[in-house]
């Protein structure tokens, strides 16, 4: 079975300042990578993807994440924290088979400190 | 273009209460799905279903019935609402086939409270 790891749950960072979240998958097989965006009380929008066309991926507002096969890593950066970026960050991955299952980390709560 | 539409947005049961959660997508994909978020638990499937006509469980499926009633449509059923039901439910959808437009999208979520 696929599975996506986060570390750690909680990530504060000021404004201004590199964001890092990690995320590392076990897989068998390529993997069908997201990222995704959840804002207080909100529903979950999709930062970006990684289905091996590329292994550096850009998402919407100023986020990328890199696949490094030989780390099984995708981690989410941006170079410039900014207040609005405060959320809850999902990394996902989808399963092999035809009912492509979405397997979700535990979140990582991100605090943007002014 | 509406997405994915869940109703209600909001619910309180009480204990051993019935309720059933409506979804429904505008987009034509074949496969949709039920997930709740927990804290600190991210997002946990209930249910799916693959195509029209099937269902299978998924990670968490105790306590939960599902209903594929057409290719639009996917509904949630708590039969004895308990309070560990408490939880935001997410409905999702995905268009499959196409590798590279692979994502679901998601409902806006019902939070459910169980007392």
């Known amino acids: 079975a696929q599975s996506v790891t986060q570390l750690g749950s909680h990530v504060s960072v000021s404004e201004g300042a590199l964001v890092l979240l990690r995320c590392n998958y076990s897989s068998s097989v390529p993997p069908y990578l997201f990222w995704y965006v959840q804002y207080p009380n909100q529903g979950l929008q999709l930062l970006l993807k990684?289905?091996?066309?590329?292994?550096l991926v850009k998402g919407i507002n100023g986020f990328e994440a890199e696949f490094k096969k030989s780390e099984t890593s995708f981690h989410l950066t941006k170079p410039s924290a900014h207040m609005s970026d405060a959320a809850e960050y999902f990394c996902?991955?989808?399963?092999?088979?035809?009912?492509?299952?979405?397997?979700f980390g535990s979140g990582t709560q991100l605090t943007v400190l002014p | 273009n509406a997405g994915v539409t869940q109703t209600p947005k909001f619910q309180v049961l009480k204990t051993g209460q019935s309720m059933t959660l409506q979804c429904a997508q505008d987009?034509?994909?074949?496969?949709m799905y039920w997930y709740r978020q927990d804290p600190g638990m991210g997002l946990r499937l209930i249910y799916y279903?693959?195509?029209?006509?099937?269902?299978d469980k998924g990670e968490v499926p105790n306590g939960y019935n599902v209903s594929r009633l057409n290719k639009r449509e996917f509904s949630l059923r708590l039969e004895s609402a308990a309070p560990s039901q408490t939880s935001v439910y997410f409905c999702?959808?995905?268009?499959?086939?196409?590798?590279?437009?692979?994502?679901?999208?998601f409902g806006s979520g019902t939070r459910l409270t169980v007392v």
């Open positions: 990684y289905t091996s066309a590329a292994t």
């Open positions: 987009m034509n994909h074949n496969s």
């Open positions: 996902a991955v989808i399963s092999s088979g035809s009912a492509r299952q979405l397997t």
């Open positions: 999702a959808s995905l268009v499959t086939g196409d590798r590279l437009a692979y994502g679901y999208t």
């Open positions: 279903s693959a195509s029209e006509g099937t269902t």
